[in-house]
Nanobody, 130 residues
Framework: QLQLVESGGGLVQAGGSLRLSCAAS??????????MVWIRQAPGKEREVVSC????????YYSDAVQGRFTISRDVAKKTVYLQMNSLKPEDTGTYYC?????????????????????WGQGTQVTVAS
């Protein structure tokens, strides 16, 4: 069974940093050709894809809102995907979900709803205070 567990969220002042982790089980990160996607849900706003890393072709994706501030990476041995978030802004506040999709790369359209993914984590809350 595919499972994802996020951690690393918390409360931080604007300009600060957090590193989110997404621990994967039930599949072989780095070998099984999954696109690992970070999606966030801000209060009162629609979900948006913020970053992606593809096992299939190595592509990366960052939304315009986080480009230059967030970095996605993976540690295959630890079966974990990370999202390093620097220079955080209050608008980065939200619940961050990690999701896995076996059929796409980060160059493809990425949906923001759970049924479109093979696995979806429980989410971790990020709050950026101004």
């Amino acid at each position: 069974q595919l499972q994802l567990v996020e951690s690393g969220g918390g409360l931080v002042q604007a300009g600060g940093s957090l590193r989110l982790s997404c621990a994967a089980s039930g599949f072989t990160l780095g070998l099984d050709y999954y696109a690992m996607v970070w999606i966030r849900q801000a209060p009162g706003k629609e979900r948006e894809v913020v970053s992606c890393i593809s096992d299939r072709d190595g592509t990366l994706y960052y939304s315009d809102a986080v480009q230059g501030r967030f970095t996605i990476s993976r540690d295959v041995a630890k079966k974990t995907v990370y999202l390093q978030m620097n220079s955080l802004k209050p608008e980065d506040t939200g619940t961050y979900y990690c999701a896995a999709n076996h059929l796409i790369t980060c160059s493809d359209h990425m949906e923001t709803n759970r049924p479109n993914y093979n696995a979806w984590g429980q989410g971790t809350q990020v709050t950026v205070a101004s």
